[in-house]
T-cell receptor, first 114, second 114 residues
């Protein structure tokens, strides 16, 4: 079974600085998708960024980018120029090819200090 | 385009009762997945429906069931409620074409069992 591990229960960063959230996963599949979701206090789960395993290029969405290391099964999220609105729980998630079952990590609570 | 909607947003039930939660996907999305979120177990997959058929099921007892209607709206039912069923129940929809695509989440239904 696939598993996703987020080893940092909590992280904090100063506003305008850069922070990196870590995620590792375990799978025997070669084709899959990885996601980062953000869950603010409102509890609405928001998709931040997506990465297809077959793509070598790391995904980027404005201030959010990933470092995808397929061989190491690592998928970290970098947030540049952190803003107060970035404060939330961040979940790393795995989706197998041909399935609609997301496997989530335990989450990292990100605090932004003004 | 309207997002995923879930009703009701909050619910309080007594042990032994049953409950039905509703989810309306984004227009055009045919896949609906359900997740349970608790502080102890995190986010866990319940089941996924596509074209009125359950395609995937998580590791939950038979008290948890669901269905999908021809308009892609989905309901999940929990019978004989237990205290441990208190959780945030999230549904997510996706536009499935040839392979997995990102899932968009609703705001969730907060179920409290007393």
């Amino acid at each position: 079974a696939q598993t996703v591990t987020q080893s940092q229960p909590e992280m904090s960063v100063q506003e305008a600085e850069t922070v990196t959230l870590s995620c590792t996963y375990d799978t025997s599949e070669s084709d899959y998708y990885l996601f980062w979701y953000k869950q603010p206090p409102s509890r609405q789960m928001i998709l931040v960024i997506r990465q297809e395993a077959y793509k070598q290029q790391n995904a980027t969405e404005n201030r959010f980018s990933v470092n995808f290391q397929k061989a190491a099964k690592s998928f970290s999220l970098k947030i540049s120029d952190s803003q107060l609105g970035d404060a939330a729980m961040y979940f790393c998630a795995y989706l197998a090819q041909g399935a609609q079952k997301l496997v989530f990590g335990q989450g990292t609570r990100l605090t932004i200090n003004p | 385009k309207a997002g995923v909607t879930q009703t009701p947003r909050y619910l309080i039930k007594t042990r032994g009762q049953q409950v039905t939660l509703s989810c309306s996907p984004i227009s055009g999305h045919r896949s609906v997945s359900w997740y349970q979120q608790t502080p102890g177990q995190g986010l866990q997959f319940l089941f996924e429906y596509f074209s009125e058929t359950q395609r995937n099921k998580g590791n939950f007892p038979g008290r948890f069931s669901g269905r999908q209607f021809s308009n892609s709206r989905s309901e999940m039912n929990v019978s004989t409620l237990e205290l441990g069923d208190s959780a945030l129940y999230l549904c997510a929809s996706s536009f499935v074409t040839g392979g997995p695509t990102e899932q968009y989440f609703g705001p969730g239904t907060r179920l409290t069992v007393t």
